[in-house]
């Protein structure tokens, strides 16, 4: 009798993402092993796995950014497939590239597509070679002669803005208001690219004044086939970090979101795309301009789960698996509204960080209420990793259900031991501009000054 061997799952990330990755995994009956920190050897979810292993000390280019430590690792626990997570080592091609010719898959594009998405000028060459808008500005990088960079500008008009193009995390970007100040302004971006990117490389485009944050969800298979599975709002940013998202945006057109739906699910299969992605937007006056596309899932995969009833996580790692898409485009409904809030360990007021012991949790429930964390009453916040400690995910019928139920939820919500942004969650998800919908990128900073 042949038996085939069960398939082993590695996780290289920690939190709550690996115990979502954890839960998926073991869903598709894979036995699932963790990677873990010094630092986080005693956090509870890793009883989760079927198996653990120390990859090194707390910090994290030693652990969770360290490529030779988690290959071995996974190695040693002859992992199958290593899903990365989001953060970390999921978008470099590097760890892409180590996985594959330790012959493991990873949950995830091909190295070579991720090289190719990471890099915004080309990700931009492609995405407009693929029919999908793009801000207007430079076709390409920037000469680095600040006498060939002013047509540029001016054609592109007045405001813009230079990124890198190696650029993330909100880094290196600089606005440019008069054509004055041009050459200087490229100068500094480009010094900040090499830096930050290890790549001068930079690009123009127009700056927006007051768009929104608009996503696009896609899955896409090995098999030539692709499909978007909604929209998310991610508006509520406070320096370039999310902190509220929802699916789907309030107030746009279907029609078009499906017609830019439908021309990134095109685009994933012209570039060869294989897994989860997101095409992030900026949208303003009626029109979406393509930004950039992160290769990974993201934090704010949820509120899609919440209304297609789709498991993402899963349906990513079958994608890795080799298995076809298990539906078409017509099969995917988009039912009622979902909304996340971020729940952070830090300030609500200064957002200084809030490392330390959770002394007591109460955590909400009730219909359609979900929380995403791996922490618990006794659990460690530790200083070196980001602050987010939970997800907080209300699905209503619609929105206003979907506000109420996510008013009700933070508000029921108890951390002690250490100090959250929930008490912020409970004046953003009453506040009437966001009760409205639409609001741009800049609301959130504008009320926290006390502007909007
Ligand atoms: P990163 O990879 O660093 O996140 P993005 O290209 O996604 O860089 O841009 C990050 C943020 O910068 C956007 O969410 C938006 O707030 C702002 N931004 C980027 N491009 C523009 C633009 N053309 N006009 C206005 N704001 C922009």
Same mark, same amino acid.
């Given at each position: 009798?042949?038996?085939?061997?069960?398939?082993?799952?590695?996780?290289?990330?920690?939190?709550?993402?690996?115990?979502?990755?954890?839960?998926?995994?073991?869903?598709?009956?894979?036995?699932?092993?963790?990677?873990?920190?010094?630092?986080?050897?005693?956090?509870?979810?890793?009883?989760?796995?079927?198996d653990a292993?120390?990859?090194?000390?707390?910090?994290?280019?030693?652990?969770?950014?360290?490529?030779?430590?988690?290959?071995?690792?996974?190695?040693?626990?002859?992992?199958?497939?290593?899903?990365?997570?989001?953060?970390?080592?999921?978008?470099?091609?590097?760890?892409?590239?180590?996985?594959?010719?330790?012959?493991?898959?990873?949950?995830?594009?091909?190295?070579?597509?991720?090289?190719?998405?990471? #890099?915004?000028?080309?990700?931009?060459?492609a995405?407009?070679?693929?029919?999908?808008?793009?801000?207007?500005?430079?076709?390409?990088?920037?000469?680095?002669?600040?006498?060939?960079?002013?047509?540029?500008?001016?054609?592109?008009?007045?405001?813009?803005?230079?990124?890198?193009?190696?650029?993330?995390?909100?880094?290196?970007m600089?606005?440019?208001?008069?054509?004055?100040?041009?050459?200087?302004?490229?100068?500094?971006?480009?010094?900040?690219?090499?830096r930050?990117? !290890?790549?001068?490389?930079?690009?123009?485009?127009?700056?927006?004044?007051?768009?929104?944050?608009?996503?696009?969800?896609?899955?896409?298979?090995?098999?030539?086939?692709?499909?978007?599975?909604?929209?998310?709002?991610?508006?509520?940013?406070?320096?370039?970090?999310?902190?509220?998202?929802?699916?789907?945006?309030?107030g746009?057109?279907?029609?078009?979101?499906?017609?830019?739906?439908?021309?990134?699910?095109?685009?994933?299969?012209?570039?060869?795309?294989?897994?989860?992605?997101?095409?992030?937007?900026?949208?303003?006056?009626?029109?979406?301009?393509?930004?950039?596309?992160?290769?990974?899932?993201?934090?704010?995969?949820?509120?899609?789960?919440?209304?297609?009833?789709?498991?993402?996580?899963?349906l990513?790692?079958?994608?890795?698996?080799?298995?076809?898409?298990?539906?078409?485009?017509?099969?995917?409904?988009?039912?009622?509204?979902?909304?996340?809030?971020?729940?952070?360990?830090?300030?609500?007021?200064?957002?200084?960080?809030?490392?330390?012991?959770?002394?007591?949790?109460?955590?909400?429930g !009730?219909?359609?209420?979900?929380? #995403?964390?791996?922490?618990?009453?006794?659990?460690?916040?530790?200083?070196?990793?980001?602050?987010?400690?939970?997800?907080?995910?209300?699905?209503?019928?619609?929105?206003?259900?979907?506000?109420?139920?996510?008013?009700?939820?933070?508000?029921?919500?108890?951390?002690? !031991?250490?100090?959250?942004?929930l008490?912020?969650?409970?004046?953003?998800?009453?506040?009437?501009?966001f009760?409205?919908?639409?609001?741009?990128?800049?609301?959130?900073?504008?009320?926290?000054?006390?502007?909007?």
């Amino acid at each position: 009798m042949t038996e085939t061997r069960q398939k082993t799952l590695f996780v290289a990330n920690r939190g709550e993402i690996a115990l979502r990755i954890i839960r998926a995994g073991r869903r598709l009956g894979l036995r699932v092993a963790c990677g873990f920190s010094e630092a986080d050897r005693d956090a509870s979810y890793l009883a989760a796995a079927d198996d653990a292993i120390c990859i090194g000390p707390a910090a994290a280019s030693k652990s969770y950014l360290n490529i030779a430590a988690i290959i071995s690792a996974a190695r040693l626990l002859k992992a199958d497939l290593i899903h990365p997570g989001y953060g970390f080592l999921s978008e470099k091609p590097e760890f892409a590239e180590a996985v594959e010719s330790a012959g493991m898959t990873l949950v995830g594009p091909s190295a070579d597509v991720m090289r190719r998405m990471g #890099d915004k000028v080309e990700a931009k060459a492609a995405m407009l070679a693929a029919g999908v808008p793009c801000v207007p500005g430079s076709k390409g990088a920037l000469p680095a002669d600040p006498a060939g960079m002013r047509p540029i500008a001016e054609e592109t008009g007045f405001p813009v803005i230079l990124k890198a193009a190696g650029g993330g995390g909100g880094r290196g970007m600089r606005v440019v208001r008069r054509a004055e100040e041009l050459a200087e302004a490229a100068m500094l971006t480009r010094q900040e690219a090499e830096r930050f990117f !290890g790549n001068a490389e930079i690009y123009l485009e127009k700056f927006l004044e007051r768009p929104r944050h608009v996503e696009i969800q896609i899955m896409a298979d090995a098999h030539g086939h692709a499909v978007w599975l909604g929209d998310r709002d991610c508006s509520m940013q406070r320096r370039h970090q999310k902190l509220i998202e929802e699916a789907p945006a309030p107030g746009i057109d279907r029609a078009l979101v499906a017609e830019i739906g439908a021309r990134c699910a095109r685009s994933c299969v012209d570039i060869g795309y294989v897994g989860a992605g997101t095409f992030e937007f900026l949208y303003e006056d009626g029109q979406f301009y393509f930004i950039e596309m992160n290769t990974r899932i993201q934090v704010e995969h949820p509120v899609t789960e919440m209304v297609t009833g789709l498991d993402i996580v899963a349906l990513q790692i079958e994608m890795a698996c080799g298995k076809p898409l298990p539906f078409v485009q017509d099969d995917i409904v988009s039912a009622g509204h979902a909304i996340e809030c971020r729940i952070n360990a830090e300030d609500p007021e200064t957002f200084a960080p809030s490392p330390g012991r959770v002394t007591a949790l109460h955590l909400p429930g !009730g219909p359609g209420v979900r929380v #995403d964390t791996h922490m618990n009453s006794g659990g460690a916040v530790s200083a070196h990793y980001d602050s987010m400690i939970a997800k907080v995910i209300a699905h209503g019928a619609d929105r206003t259900e979907a506000l109420a139920r996510a008013r009700a939820a933070v508000a029921e919500m108890r951390v002690e !031991g250490i100090s959250t942004n929930l008490s912020l969650h409970r004046d953003l998800i009453a506040e009437p501009g966001f009760a409205a919908g639409g609001v741009s990128i800049h609301h959130l900073e504008r009320l926290l000054k006390g502007k909007a």
